[in-house]
Antibody, heavy 119, light 111 residues
Framework: QEQLVESGGGVVQPGRSLRLSCAAS????????MHWVRQAPGKGLEWVAVIWSQATNKYYTDSVKGRFAISRDNSKNMLYLQMNSLRAEDTAVYYC????????????WGQGTMVTVAS | QSVLTQPPSVSGAPGQRVTISCTGTSSNIGAGYDVHWYQQLPGTAPKLLIYGNNNRPSGVPDRFSGSKSGTSASLAITGLQAEDEADYYC???????????FGGGTKLTVL
């Protein structure tokens, strides 16, 4: 079935880097725009970044611009989020999500991976 | 401070009908962008509940319905069941921010 599985989360010190991965299966990965969405502990959902299906465009929420980089490898059905200069406020569960065709909604979500930024 | 405004909590007894509002602005809902709704059960990932304002993905009961008017949208749940107790989020696109935006979430309690 259609599935997304994140990995790469963990505890990291402020200022350090971390790379998240998202493995897609069960659908034609290179046909879909893909997103990262995060959720701080006890808080709501926050959109982080999007990458178009052929990686021609990438967009970010203001708070991560210049620090985070979204990428994908369509040959491996993989989505990535490189997170640099991490801050305490980046602590959250990070979800990868597939965007529906024709609608800007997220129809498939991964289970999430927890990132904790603390000294 | 979320771009889309939702009530923090709503509640209802089993069998009753509840609605959750989602208020936006002229750069998101009011600009004509679709509204989508998600259900997040405790400890799990969000699940798409309503897309394109009023469409249900396969497998979502018809007890759930969505509507949109002007700069606002609503999610209605009829025949409330204990299993509906969850957090609900609305989502749209914002042209001023050039990004996807969520409401702050509404916790539904089934009394």
């Amino acid at each position: 079935q259609e599935q997304l599985v994140e990995s790469g989360g963990g505890v990291v010190q402020p200022g350090r880097s971390l790379r998240l991965s998202c493995a897609a299966s069960g659908f034609i990965f290179n046909s879909y725009d893909m997103h990262w969405v995060r959720q701080a502990p006890g808080k709501g959902l926050e959109w982080v970044a999007v990458i178009w299906s052929q990686a021609t465009n990438k967009y970010y929420t203001d708070s991560v611009k210049g620090r985070f980089a979204i990428s994908r490898d369509n040959s491996k059905n993989m989505l990535y989020l490189q997170m640099n200069s991490l801050r305490a406020e980046d602590t959250a569960v990070y979800y990868c999500a597939r965007e529906t065709p024709k609608y800007d909604a997220f129809d498939i979500w991964g289970q999430g991976t927890m990132v904790t930024v603390a000294s | 401070q979320s771009v889309l405004t939702q009530p923090p909590s709503v509640s209802g007894a089993p069998g009753q009908r509840v609605t959750i509002s989602c208020t936006g602005t002229s750069s998101n809902i009011g600009a004509g962008y679709d509204v989508h709704w998600y259900q997040q059960l405790p400890g799990t990932a969000p699940k798409l509940l309503i897309y394109g304002n009023n469409n249900r993905p396969s497998g979502v009961p018809d007890r759930f319905s969505g509507s949109k008017s002007g700069t606002s949208a609503s999610l209605a749940i009829t025949g409330l069941q204990a299993e509906d107790e969850a957090d609900y989020y609305c989502q749209s696109y914002d042209s001023s921010l050039s990004g996807w935006v969520f409401g702050g979430g509404t916790k539904l309690t089934v009394l």
